[in-house]
């Protein structure tokens, strides 16, 4: 059941929906323009074959669109429906930074990896939980294939658990429990760099860090078709409480 909260004694001026359905089954000889209604938290609209085709070629472009619904024969001020573009929100991630040197991550595109990898080692645990694509998407960089750059983006996380685990103990005994790699690849440039806390890791971790991302890293700069792609992945390295 789908109820309003009003203010007393005042008409209510916004209604917010969880969702819009639109339907292009409204016939011709129905004598309506289309037709607005609430189902349960959403709205639908009912519009006709011609219009739903207008409507899809509107989106497919990127382009506003008006609907006027009631009666086509009606005098009154029609109801519309305003379908409108608006700009990227580019507050995203305000106030992030990066663990490798305080880089703003402030407007950069990042996905969440609610199933990544994560590894196990002396009582600590280290979680892949972040990567924030560091590049702009004006750009069009991409390796050959979207598949590709996520397989890559996984092999790389799972190189740089497996080179830490020996390491754990002693990284969060230090502090340094939020971790960033930040990977390169490019046509002049291949390389990686890790961090904590705004610094460098030490250079205690390097070897074993070089060993197992180097070949993973430059294996993916083969499947590069235009760049560079630059991303950050984040860990975190928890107690093991299991």
């Given at each position: 059941?789908?109820?309003?909260?009003?203010?007393?004694?005042q008409?209510?001026?916004?209604?917010?929906?969880s969702f819009?359905?639109?339907s292009?089954?409204l016939?011709?000889?129905?004598?309506?323009?289309?037709?607005?209604?609430?189902?349960e938290?959403?709205?639908?609209?009912?519009?006709?074959?011609?219009?739903?085709?207008?409507?899809?070629?509107?989106l497919?472009?990127?382009?506003?669109?008006t609907?006027?619904?009631?009666?086509?024969?009606a005098?009154?001020p029609?109801?519309?429906?305003?379908i409108?573009?608006?700009?990227?929100?580019?507050?995203?991630?305000?106030?992030?930074v990066?663990?490798?040197d305080?880089?703003s991550?402030?407007?950069?595109?990042?996905?969440?990896?609610?199933?990544?990898?994560?590894?196990?080692?002396?009582?600590?645990?280290?979680?892949?939980?972040?990567v924030?694509?560091?590049?702009?998407?004006?750009?069009?960089?991409?390796l050959?294939?979207?598949?590709?750059?996520?397989?890559?983006?996984?092999?790389v996380?799972?190189?740089?658990?497996?080179?830490?685990?020996?390491?754990?103990?002693?990284?969060?005994?230090?502090?340094?429990?939020?971790?960033?790699l930040?990977?390169?690849?490019d046509?002049?440039?291949?390389?990686?760099q890790?961090?904590?806390?705004?610094?460098?890791?030490p250079?205690?971790?390097?070897?074993?860090?070089?060993?197992?991302l180097v070949?993973?890293?430059?294996?993916?700069?083969?499947?590069?078709?235009e760049g560079?792609?630059v991303?950050?992945?984040?860990?975190?390295?928890?107690?093991?409480?299991?």
């Open positions: 059941q789908t109820q309003a909260i009003s203010i007393h004694n008409p209510r001026k916004v209604t917010g929906a819009f359905v639109f292009g089954a016939k011709s000889s129905s004598g309506y323009l289309a037709k607005s209604s609430i189902v938290d959403g709205v639908m609209v009912q519009i006709t074959a011609e219009n739903m085709d207008s409507l899809r070629q509107a497919r472009e990127m382009k506003d669109f609907i006027t619904c009631g009666k086509a024969d005098e009154d029609q109801e519309q429906i305003h409108q573009w608006v700009d990227d929100d580019k507050t995203v991630n305000k106030g992030v990066s663990p490798i305080g880089k991550m402030e407007s950069i595109t990042n996905v969440k990896i609610f199933h990544g990898s994560e590894y196990k080692a002396n009582g600590k645990v280290i979680r892949w939980t972040e924030f694509f560091l590049e702009n998407d004006d750009h069009h960089n991409c050959s294939d979207p598949a590709d750059h996520s397989r890559l983006t996984e092999h996380a799972k190189a740089f658990c497996l080179a830490l685990c020996p390491h754990l103990k002693l990284l969060k005994e230090d502090g340094m429990t939020k971790l960033g930040r990977v390169t690849l046509s002049d440039q291949v390389g990686y890790a961090g904590s806390n705004g610094q460098p890791l250079s205690q971790y390097m070897n074993d860090l070089d060993s197992a070949p993973v890293i430059h294996g993916g700069a083969c499947q590069l078709s560079p792609v991303m950050e992945l984040i860990f975190y390295i928890l107690e093991n409480i299991a």
